[in-house]
């Protein structure tokens, strides 16, 4: 219970994030239409769209109006030239009734959201806090919002400059806090640093306590599917069709999943696997988010395969595939499960008579159960491959213990009885330590594979 309530306190309300209740919000995205900060793979036009989706997710959050301005460099001061600066802000200052300002580039200084604060009279909030925000609203277990609170460290720091330069400048200088010797920097950063260390002490706690899970799982021999992709494209849909599991309630959100769960579903040959729905990626996903998250995704690293959807009728799909690979790659993965992964192109019941350009991927609609059955096939495939099970035929006397131990450590297909002799033929699919362990106890026993 101590510990409880220590971890209700790291992970309270942020001092940073909008409110609770009510926004009003102007969405505005920088177009940068020309030089070497250019996008390649999106246009303006989409990543507003994506923007909205963002605010979209939120309840009680109404978007008044979306404003997209060109800009040559996102990076400077007011991220917009004067003229385009003047523009805006006599937009903005025209909604009636505007409580914040999505500005919708990655991370905006704290000395550039005090300036734009103090030009437009309300809040402003970059991509890095809107999404900070949604993963608060949808975090269901202590992990996933200890994760939260770590990657709101930054965002404190930075902070926390923005307000001892302006106590500088009221009073002349820093002063020393009731002659403790400390600066009032010095201070907050010293609360800081035992806030951050509190939270990677209890993740830890939570990591060995999943690492034993990991390891219990992997004595029963279920192998591990991890299913992945950019946020919104079907993962949860997919478990569900895949593993008929009527209480996976999928929904039509970004960043609807954000704690790992585990759900067993059966392949053709009636092996029984786990399937692992894991957080969805975003293109420009700050690097502390998915930093943060790293002990939701370290889970990935412990797969015997890895899954990846797409949209595939989404206008950025080139893009999310992009974006999933570039942090598959970034969490040090072993090379075969990186090698060996599954594309999927889902939703293509949207597209009138699809087909995958791009070699080995599979057409499916998890919706509507569309290329299931070949998913399934293509799974079984590679998990054979990547776990080094067998599928054999073992001839064993119906008299012994064989048929109840082969039941129980092994995947059984098909039992044919033989009763003239007593016999059976069991075709059984089986790891090979477990049919190690069965040739020691059972010598004697046929095998054809």
Known sequence: EEDDAELEELFGPSP???????????????????GPRRPLLTTAELQMAEAVALV??????????????????????????????????????????????????????????????????????DRYTVVL?????????????????????PLLR????????????????????????????????????EKELKIRNALEKLRRKRSLL???????????ISVM???????TTLIKALTGEAGIQPRDQLFATLDITAHAGY??????????DTIGFLSDLPHNLVESFSATLEEVAYSDLIVHVRDITHPETVLQKASVLSVLQNLNLPSHLLES???????VDLIESYEPTEENALAISALHGRGLEELKEEIEKKILKATGKKILTIVVSLQGPQLSWLYKESTVQEVEVIPEDGTAKVKVIISNSALGRYRNLFPSSKFFI
């Not at 400059?161 to 002063?175: I, T």
């Not at 990991?214 to 591990?224: D, G, S």
């Open 267 to 276: 392949l053709p040959s009636r092996m029984t696997v786990i399937y692992v």
């Open 56 to 125: 979209d997710t939120l309840q009680n959050w109404t978007i008044l109006d979306k404003i997209v301005i060109p800009t040559k460099n996102p990076d400077k001061k007011f991220v917009f030239g004067k003229g385009n600066f003047e523009v805006l802000t006599e937009k903005i200052k025209k909604l009636p009734h505007l409580t914040a300002v999505f500005l919708n580039v990655e991370r905006i200084s704290s000395l550039t959201k005090k300036e734009l604060e103090g030009a437009w009279g309300v809040k402003v909030f």
């Open 229 to 235: 992709g950019y946020t919104n494209c079907g993962k």
């Open 16 to 34: 940073l994030g909008p409110q609770p209740g009510a926004q009003r919000v102007a969405v505005v995205q920088p177009a940068v239409r020309w």
């Open 341 to 347: 992964v599954v594309e999927v192109h889902n939703k």
């Open 158 to 193: 930075s902070n926390l400059k923005n307000e001892v330069s302006q106590l500088d400048q009221q009073r002349g200088g820093s002063r020393y806090i009731m002659g403790s010797g400390e600066t009032f920097m010095e201070t907050q950063n010293r609360l800081l640093k």
């Open 214 to 224: 990991r390891t219990q799982r992997k004595k029963r021999e279920f192998p591990i």
């Open 133 to 153: 925000h949604i993963f608060r609203c949808n975090a269901r277990t202590k992990e996933a919002k200890l994760q939260i609170a770590l990657a709101e460290i």
